[in-house]
């Protein structure tokens, strides 16, 4: 390794580096030295590059930027802010592509290729010559696949997110991405929508460039990966098209060349209490139920120990304190010009861990003392909150011995307490086919139950827990039913579901047990989760051919690889061979 000086401007908003005056950087274990390799290494990069540049940073740009991924088509002009601001650092800033995935297009499910672009990227970083990473990402998976990679390789790393779309208005109504469309749909099937009316929303649905405009997983994302410390504060909810997001990119660009001089690495200052104020932000925010599976993730990347009820006990009494959608009634451009997450996080200052470092070096509380709220119709003051207890509870009993999640704020009260007979289905197609049958036994107060779609199952636990419920119902005017699934839901969506059941059904849990008719008893405030079967005629019970007969596992390719090592949804659903990492050591030359 060489070493060099550090001679690169910081940034106001960047740190000392504590004095230091030289850095090792990685990159030299390629391009030092005047042997037959590093005159390879050197040779193949060098296109019109000074020499000299082999001496600076190298930093990576993972841009998860696609034509195919709609929510983060626009990355590579925020890439081009980036490489600025690497550039006036001293730094050589590099554009590396890494898998993306467009939530709404990838099938069977984004989710299944969460953990194989996370691989992918990791790979990339650790083989390639890099001092220090940018990542860009927007859409749903993009953020924590990129996350995971970045814990795992453990290079300095830095989060752009790429920011929501601008609200869509329709009929002169704010129409929110996802979660309008759940809604309008429901209003077709119920009879009080027109189909025409529904398709003339679609060209309204998305206004600029950009990720979806409500408090998604998305959205969500980006402001708790803000609150984990792994973006520059304030950045994170910038719209896309903002031109704001451009300067706080070509800031970030200066950042990651200081933050390699400080060898500012995720395991140096990503911590458990990182996590608890993440958990504290996803719950004021009333962000999505998707933050658990990956932030869990993430954690098992830097072998740090989160559970699943480190959700209930940090997050649970945190007041919900932002009017989105879909727990309330605005969008994220109002989020922005309303103040933010640090507007939020100074609200519940107190509940913060100030021990918790951010990308600059400096705790996150240090950020909050200039942090107003401009609009508090939207960013509620902690005396007026959305609603009162907000955050994620974690149900254990019979029907999830590991655990299952639901987020009261988007529940309806009077489901929160609630005993039904279930109407199970087999999968997500058995569901398809029977739910508007007219003879199908269901009532207002029956409790839906579909399995086969955990991480194994399906594959790859997708977004269908938000059952929709049963056209004859709806026509009764029933908005709301208790619904019970081994999958996830869509952070746009939501109703009283428990979702994320662990064990899934696939996996042997008693999910798989169940039969339409059965009692089941949900109560929230005790945290349970229970079919009113006897344990001995449970025990006694083994899974229907229909069920089993969906879970034919894959022969060939990622999704047997994903099969036979995916985890369950309570510790994140990662691969067993991917949990903590193995940092950035190349153990042997290419040549
Ligand atoms: Fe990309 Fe919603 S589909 S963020």
Redesign the pocket.
Known sequence: MVAIGVRWVIAPVLVPTGGRETVSLRSAQWYAGDDRNSYIHRAWMRRGVPADAFDRPQIAIANTASDL???NAHLSEVAASVKNGIHEAGGIPLELPVVSL???QVRPTAMLWRNMAAMATEEMLRANPIDGVVLLG???KTIPSLLMAAASVDLPAVVVPGGPMLNGTFRGVPLG??TDVWRLSEEVRAGTLSREAFLRSESSMIRSRG??NTM???STMAVVAEALGTVVPGVAGTPAPDSRLLEAAHGTGRLIVDMVAADRRPSTFITHASFANAIVALAAVGGSTNAVVHLLAIAGRLGIDLTLDDFDRIGSGVPVLVDLLPAGRFLMEDFHRAGGLLAVLREVRDLLDPTALTVTGAPLVDFLDDAPIWDPEVIRLRREPLVEHGGIAVLRGNLAPDGAVIKPAAASPHLLRHRGRAVVFDSVEDFHARIDDPELDVDADSVLVLRGCGPRGYPGMPEVANMPLPTKLLEQGVRDMVRICDGRMSG?AYGTVVLHVAPEAAAGGPLALVRSGDVISLDVDARRIDIEVPDDELAARSPSEATLAGFAAPRRGWERLYVDHVLQADTGADLDFLLGSTGSQVSRESH
Do not use: K, L, N, S
């Open positions: 991924t709609p929510c467009g939530e709404t927007g859409c749903d991405c996802g990720h979806c998604g997983t998305a746009t």
